[in-house]
Every structure is written in structure tokens, then in C-alpha cells.
């Protein structure tokens, strides 16, 4: 594998220029030489799927991941299976956008039984893997930093993640692996190994003390701790040869020139990752 | 085991009352009935050793803990041997305040290499278990929340503190359960069945979302999502039947007055623990 990562597998996830719609991402993208986009359902609904499919399509422009199914648990029998048929619709997105991955953000517990919350998240997977494997999607179950446990996702760690994928073929069902979430692991580079054949995705951002906003805690490539290159190479020596996409939330990337935030983030993806 | 805790069993862990100094907070334990506290080494320094052993002797009260040892890793060779030596300090403090317990908060990398960070926490741990044995001290390793793993601590499963502990026999190591730090884990009730005989304290507060302040995060026992009581059926299943801390840092708790903390902390101590 090659020492620094290929340009060709550089992907924006969109999150990363929150203060672009998805044509101006679209756009920025292009004029920047990114071949790759990871977009989000609700810049999509921003400016309505039709013109979402045309975009891409009219810019060559590759979608690395949609963004994002998941948020099985609920109270009531009623919302999760709302969950489920919304799932149903993001797969069916997913698709016709041409890429054949949807990320999976499981989503957080209703309530403190947090066990229970996992089981819905095994029998929301269950449920919805005929349909994506109809539209010949995988599943990709990205395990969230364990600080997101109470409000995004109950599943916090690639084994447990590994575990859920290992119910099904690799054809269905795989991992995310995202840097900010996964770093701090003992066993991150075992079960990067044991998720050989079934990494779907591979997300990069930084870590960088103080944490203040969970949310938008992510900071560009090589301004934090954690050892990004030696993460990528794992997971390429774990088979994985797709898009790379940079994911980060941050207020200040936010208020910058869209622009100016693609030229550091290719700069520093030469350099970090 | 009961429903409910012991009452005997109630430790103020003195960061919960940071407003007040040791002179306080030994005499609002006294005041209101609280058989136990665990103390901070800052706030010892603040009114001096000799003081503070005359304070605890005078008051009937036990010591459940110091806090704390550990911070073994540094960049030089000469700052891990002063992290060795201040925590050789740290077990002679702990032996002549009557409490038979060290925790030990290990501390983070100096750089991105965590695996080297986490070997020095073996090595230095290596080096002051036989001046622990000497004076009766048992060494609590205590994981802390993988959101800390940048800037307090390399160790963050209970996997990773059983796995240390096992090295040495559970008179000499063991490992501190803090709800806060490993309420998140999907191996938690195995690990701490795993730990049987080999838990040396069990702390508690609450999660609440959302997270502003990773360092002053926690919450009083019923203001989040933790499982309180379910983890302290699980340690005492795994054979700890020792003082119960109530370790909380958060600044509405510090703004009060100390008094009224501890009422608060009583009442949640018997409802939700």
C-alpha cells in the first residue's frame, strides 16, 4: 500500500461544508478536483431529490456514501416501524443516487435501557437487509465515540458493530470505520482485522482538546491525536480500497470560504492521512 | 443484596463539594451522617497532611480513597521516574490516612503513539506495586471515559483495567467502577463479572445530555441515563461491598451550598444507587 493515500479516492462529506447547499458542494467539488461526494438527506431535501440526481449525474462527480439511515430504537412499536419505512426510503435514495452504500447511524435508546435499545437495533437491521439487498445496497453499521451513547448511537465500538455484521454475507451488511470515533480503542487494530472484506466506508477527521460541543467536535486532518495514516493503512490492509471520506463538523470550517476548506482538506489528506 | 444501598456505605467523594475546603467537607460528612469520604490530594496540600490526619482521626470518619495516583505517561524518561516517585508519595499518604486504596487515573499520551502511552502505564505500574504491597496499599486502576482517553487517561474499558489488573494478584491490583466512565460499554457486565474479588471501589453520578464540558460533565444520581442501580447490583455481585463515592464534578453543584449538596446526594443516593 502506498505511503500517502490516493488522490482518486478523496471524497467531501458534505457535513464538512455545512454553509454550502449540495450545488455549491457539488459544484466546489469539481472545480477542486474531489472526485468523490458523500452527501446528506437533508441538503437533499434542501433542493429536492430530481435535482439532486441530476447534479450529480451532469457533474461526473462519484457518491461515496449516503448519509444516513439508522435511528432504529423508539418508544413505541409505531415509531420504530416509521424508522424502518424511512430506511426503506433512504435505501431506495441511496440507489438511484448511484452509490451502493448507506451508512447506518443506529441511534440512541428512548429510555435508560440501553440493552433493549440494541436489540431494536438488531431487528431494524434485520428487517430492512432483504430490501437493501434488493436494491443492491450494503449496510454499513458505523460505530459512534462512545460520548454520542445517550443521544446518537447506542452501538460505541467496532466489535459490537462487527458482531451485528457478522449475522449476514459482506455483501450485505459491513462497517464504517470513522477515525473520531474508533481511535481510542485497545482493540481497534484486532477488529479493523476482523472486519476484513466488510469495511464499507472510512471517515477521517481530528481529535483536538478541549471538547466543548460534542456534536461539532471534529477538527481537520493533523490538529489532533489521532494516528490517522496508521488507521488507513489497517483498514487498506483489511481489503478496503474505496473512497475516503472527510467528515468534520466545526463551527469555524463552517465560517470559512467553502472553498478555502477544500484546499486545506486536500492538503492536509495528502499530508495526514 | 438489597434494593437499596447501605447508608454505611456513602462516601462524599470531595470533588462533588470543589467549594468546599477539607476542613468543610469533613465536618458536613460529620453533620450529616455520611460515614465516609474520599479525598483529592489538591485539597489536602491546601491545608496541609498533618492537618488533615488529625481532621480525619478527630472525626470518626474512614477514608474510602485517595485521589489520586497514576499519570505515568511523559515524553522523558526523567518525568516518568518523578510520575513514579509522586506516586510513591501518594501510597504513603494513602497508608498513613487509614484508607487501603489508591485509584489510579493513569493518564494520557504526551504525543499521537497511545500504544507506547499505555506501555508506560504497565511499566510504571510495574514499578510501585511492591511499595504499594509494603505499606498495605492496593492500586485501583480506574478506566475513564474514552472521551478522556486525549488528556486524562490512555485506559478506558474495564477490559483494558481487568486485563492490567490480572498481572498481579488481586491484593495487590484491582479496578475502579465508576458508572460515569464505563456506562456506555457493551462488555460491561462481563467485565465486571470478570473483575470478582478484584473491585477496590464503585463510583457513581449521572450522564446527562448534552455534554459541554467534558471535565465538569456529570450529573447528580437520576438526572441522566445511567443504570445506577443495575451496575451496583453487578459489582456487588462480582463481591465489592465497600464504601460507595459519589463523585461528581459540575459547577451548578458548586455554585450550591455544600450543605444542600449532600442533602441532594443522600436522597438520590438512596433512590437511584
Not at 434485520?126 to 458505523?142: D, M
Amino acid at each position: 500500500m502506498s505511503e500517502q493515500p490516493l488522490l482518486a479516492n478523496l471524497s467531501l462529506n458534505q457535513i464538512t461544508t455545512e454553509q454550502w447547499n449540495l450545488r455549491e458542494a457539488v459544484e466546489g467539488c469539481v472545480k477542486a478536483d474531489i472526485p468523490w461526494i458523500g452527501l446528506w438527506r437533508h441538503k437533499i431535501k434542501e433542493i429536492g431529490f430530481a435535482e439532486t440526481k441530476k447534479l450529480i449525474k451532469d457533474s461526473g462527480l462519484q457518491v461515496s456514501s449516503l448519509c444516513r439511515g439508522g435511528m432504529f430504537p423508539a418508544a413505541t412499536a409505531k415509531e420504530r416501524e416509521e424508522a424502518i419505512e424511512d430506511n426503506k426510503r433512504a435505501i431506495v435514495e441511496a440507489a438511484e443516487l448511484g452509490t451502493n452504500v448507506l451508512v447506518l447511524v443506529c441511534g440512541p435508546g428512548p429510555d435508560k435501557d440501553i440493552d433493549t435499545a440494541r436489540k431494536w437495533v438488531e431487528e431494524g437491521i434485520e428487517e430492512i437487509v432483504p430490501f437493501a439487498e434488493q436494491h443492491e445496497i450494503k449496510l454499513g453499521i458505523e460505530p459512534l465515540h462512545p460520548m454520542y451513547a445517550a443521544d446518537r448511537s447506542v452501538v460505541v465500538t467496532l466489535d459490537q458493530a462487527n458482531t451485528m455484521a457478522e449475522k449476514y454475507s459482506p455483501e450485505q451488511v459491513g462497517v464504517i470505520v470513522d477515525v473520531f470515533h474508533v481511535w481510542w480503542d485497545p482493540d481497534l487494530y484486532r477488529q479493523i482485522e476482523r472486519a476484513k472484506g466488510r469495511v464499507l466506508g472510512f471517515h477521517v477527521s481530528d481529535w483536538q482538546v478541549p471538547i466543548t460541543d460534542t456534536f461539532k467536535a471534529r477538527h481537520m486532518m493533523g490538529d489532533g491525536v489521532i494516528e490517522i495514516r496508521r488507521i488507513r493503512k489497517a483498514v487498506e490492509a483489511a481489503g478496503y480500497d474505496g473512497p475516503i471520506e472527510v467528515e468534520i463538523m466545526n463551527d469555524a470550517l463552517w465560517n470559512q470560504a467553502g472553498d478555502d476548506v477544500l484546499a486545506v482538506m486536500k492538503d492536509r489528506y495528502a499530508k495526514h492521512v
